[in-house]
């Protein structure tokens, strides 16, 4: 029997009449033990199978009735990729274990993928993962990793086998981010502050009882992670003026003195582009809805960043002398990126992570036109050789 | 100031609307092919009539806007939208823009109680009649009143109207005249005025002028009605253009992946090279923006919602995003897409004939800054 968004209105209604808020965290639980956490995942794991489409129902239902919510913004990671590898790829008891905490924000995830030699071509990974007893020891380093300052677990992929081709050897596992031998260095990046890190992975022992899948089966478990980010990236409704582009229109419209004929024409192209976009977006969610999701998300991933990158540039240009200024340049370990609530100078700095942060540009078109429109790949010189014989 | 709230719109494609695509599509691969329409180009016959009567009548693809009592099928913009979609993927030679859409929505804006609107409209719903709007295809929504064209103390009409869409096959002309009274629209008939045919940019929609010498008219609508009526006809004309212009750009995509799967240089597909594939997904990138806003602007003009508004995005995005897309074909096909054989130039004609119609693509970035309070 299907769970229907009249099933779930009851649901949150009754749910909200029995629990009181006082207690946060107490809260969040009851709510994943009563299967409104996700609504799509299985009974006993935050959910009751019911369609993903209604989750934004549930959400706007808790959230219009003040109720607490498990900041999503905090855990990006684990609640958009850590979570959905799990429920694939986990034992019954890893599903049991995490879950829970990671929904409820109790334990907030990092994910310890690119590494300084693999970034977008992820498969060349050198961090190694060697096989001791009842656990593996783990030593390499990582890189980009957003969040790992304030995250308690990681997922994360290494090399277990070197002799053989490169998307064999790898085997995924979750690693305890406070295990002896895991070192964060913050990287401080061109907005001044550090959002991301470089993971230090120093003989760390991870017991087997933390891989995910089977040994030389990380790349498949690793795909699943990916997929998960870019469907994350795709967001929610936004109104019209809703995104950047209404940070510079209200300038405009306050700013008369600011006004030049050239910065009107760029203005309104990109009021033109981001109105399309954001109609792009409710289409996807609507094929989503419908249950046939389209292969669009990855395309206006690529238009969001460019459009992103032309607009906060623009801002800068219309505010003039103003435009020199910036901010904030102290060194600040940061939670969340905030577009919104910082400086021009911020925003068009910030924004040139867009076209290379969860897949850049260059990779995202070589998906559309492999994937979406079917064309050869290039050659790869790669494909059958062991991973220990590839340039390096 | 935009922030009013507006209907959720439905921007997907029904099933009804996709039974319809897959007849036109059906329809128009039987009988516009790309080689037959080359064949028909320099013909004394450019339009396919034979054509037009199937996709008007047997299809009932000319009635899709008109109310079931006046005629017609009783569908809305979104239908005609994809009609106009296939139209586009195929630059078939035929009306649809003069006669379903121009003429047709003039003649909705009047009292349907008006003996011409009873007699006419179910002709022109049916396929019987096809229909023009007399006025230049580049004239935007927004643009004053024509004053070109004058009524006569007789009743008759006198004046000029240069590149009317359509009007070479059209028997009933839709004409916006001035008179004493004040701005009206009038029913005449073709063969009371002089209609030449122009050397035309798009070789698969003609222009024409057209030239009345106290041509006998009949009165339809007057007034602030006859003002709006023009202003609909042309602002549904441009909004559902959006969807052509999608179309154009599907096919610009489609056919230029399927050519360089298939041509070797190099000892594999040129396909194959990142250089080509980038610009191939930036054209897929910029085909669903295009068929974003078109189908906004489709669903808009159905529901009656934040027209002006949804019409001057996809105008603004779609028409530039068409051009670009054919150019871009004519180029990754090399030097066969600069032949008269491959049909690359048809739908380049098209795509900068279509930038230019109902406003430029500057014209609505202008005119959607005034909507949207952007001042200079």
């Known amino acids: 029997m299907t769970v229907t968004a009249e099933d779930l209105r009851g649901q949150v209604e009754r749910f909200l009449a029995a629990h009181d808020t006082t207690d946060r965290m107490e809260f969040l639980r009851a709510r994943f033990d009563a299967g409104l956490a996700w609504v799509h995942f299985p009974e006993g794991l935050g959910g009751q199978g019911a369609p993903r489409a209604l989750q934004p129902g549930v959400d706007a239902a808790f959230a219009a009735a003040g109720a607490p919510d498990n900041d999503p913004r905090r855990n990006v990671i684990g609640l958009g990729m850590a979570a959905p590898t799990i429920l694939a790829f986990g034992t019954p008891e890893q599903k049991q274990r995490y879950l829970r905490p990671l929904w409820t924000g109790e334990e907030v995830w990092c994910q310890l993928f690119s590494e300084p030699g693999a970034g977008s071509d992820l498969a060349a990974l050198a961090t190694r993962a060697v096989r001791d007893g009842d656990d593996w020891i783990v030593t390499g380093q990582k890189v980009w990793t957003s969040g790992a300052h304030h995250a308690q677990w990681a997922i994360l992929v290494t090399r277990t086998d070197p002799d053989v081709p490169k998307h064999q050897g790898m085997t995924y596992f979750l690693c305890d981010m406070t295990a002896p031998g895991v070192e964060v260095r913050p990287l401080r990046q061109i907005t001044g502050e550090a959002e991301f890190n470089e993971v230090f992975l120093t003989e760390v022992r991870i017991p087997d009882s933390l891989r995910i899948g089977a040994v030389g089966e990380g790349w498949k478990v690793a795909q699943t992670t990916l997929m998960n980010e870019r469907v994350a990236i795709g967001g929610s409704a936004v109104p019209r003026e809703g995104g950047l582009i209404g940070l510079v229109a209200k300038t405009w419209r306050e700013r008369p003195e600011l006004r030049t004929p050239e910065l009107r024409d760029r203005l309104v192209q990109h009021w033109v582009e981001s109105e399309a976009l954001r109609l792009a977006g409710s289409r996807l969610r609507q094929q989503l809805t419908a249950g046939a999701p389209g292969p669009e998300g990855s395309a206006m991933k690529v238009a969001f960043s460019e459009l992103n990158q032309q607009l906060t540039g623009l801002e800068i240009e219309l505010l003039g002398e103003e435009g020199l200024g910036y901010d904030d340049w102290t060194f600040r370990r940061s939670e969340v990126v905030d577009f919104t609530s910082r400086e021009p100078g911020y925003r068009y700095l910030r924004a040139k992570g867009n076209s290379i942060e969860g897949g850049t540009s260059e990779v995202l078109r070589n998906i559309i036109a492999e994937r979406v429109l079917g064309l050869p790949s290039e050659p790869r010189v790669d494909k059958d050789v062991a991973w220990k014989d590839l340039p390096r | ?376």
Do not use: C
């Open chain 2, 1 to 376: 100031m935009t922030s009013t709230e507006l209907p959720t719109p439905d921007l997907l494609y029904s099933e009804v609307e996709e039974d319809l695509r897959s007849s036109v599509r059906d329809l128009l691969t039987d009988r516009a092919a790309p080689a037959a329409l080359l064949a028909r180009v320099e013909t004394a016959e450019p339009y396919d009539l034979k054509l037009w009567k199937t996709l008007a009548a047997d299809l009932g693809a000319a009635g899709l806007m008109v109310p079931e009592e006046l005629g017609g099928h009783g569908a809305t913009a979104r239908e005609a939208a994809v009609v106009l979609e296939e139209l586009g993927r195929s630059v078939a030679p035929v009306p649809f823009l003069g006669s379903a859409v121009l003429a047709t929505t003039a003649l909705l804006g009047a009292d349907s109680a008006d003996p011409v609107i009873g007699e006419l409209l179910p002709r022109l719903a049916g396929g019987e009649l096809t229909g023009a709007l007399a006025v230049p295809l580049t004239t935007a929504p927004g643009a004053e009143f024509p004053a070109t064209v004058t009524v006569n103390a007789d009743g008759t009409l006198s004046g000029r109207v240069g590149t009317v869409v359509d009007a070479s096959v059209a028997e009933l002309l839709v004409v916006p005249a001035t008179g004493p009274d004040g701005p009206g629209l009038y029913a005449v008939e073709a063969a009371s005025a002089t209609v030449t045919e122009l050397v035309s940019l798009d070789l698969t929609r003609r222009v024409a002028d057209v030239v009345l010498e106290n041509a006998p008219a009949r009165r339809f609508t007057s007034g602030g009605q006859a003002v709006a009526a023009l202003d609909n006809a042309l602002t549904t004309a441009a909004g559902l253009l959006a969807s052509e212009q999608t179309g154009l750009t599907d096919w610009a995509l489609t056919t230029t992946v399927t050519y360089l799967k298939g041509r070797y240089q190099f000892g594999r597909p040129v396909g194959g090279f990142q250089s080509l594939k980038h610009r191939l997904a930036n054209l897929y990138t910029d085909l669903v923006n295009a068929r974003a806003t078109a189908r906004y602007a489709a669903d808009a003009l159905a529901g009656g919602f934040d027209v002006p508004i949804a019409v001057a995005v996809a105008q603004a995005r779609a028409a530039p995003i068409a051009v670009h897309a054919v150019e871009e074909a004519i180029q990754l096909h090399g030097g066969i897409g600069m032949t008269w054989e491959h049909p690359a130039h048809l739908y380049l004609k098209r795509a900068k004939s279509d930038e230019l119609a109902f406003g430029t693509p500057g014209r609505h970035r202008a005119r959607l800054a005034d909507l949207v309070d952007l001042p200079a």
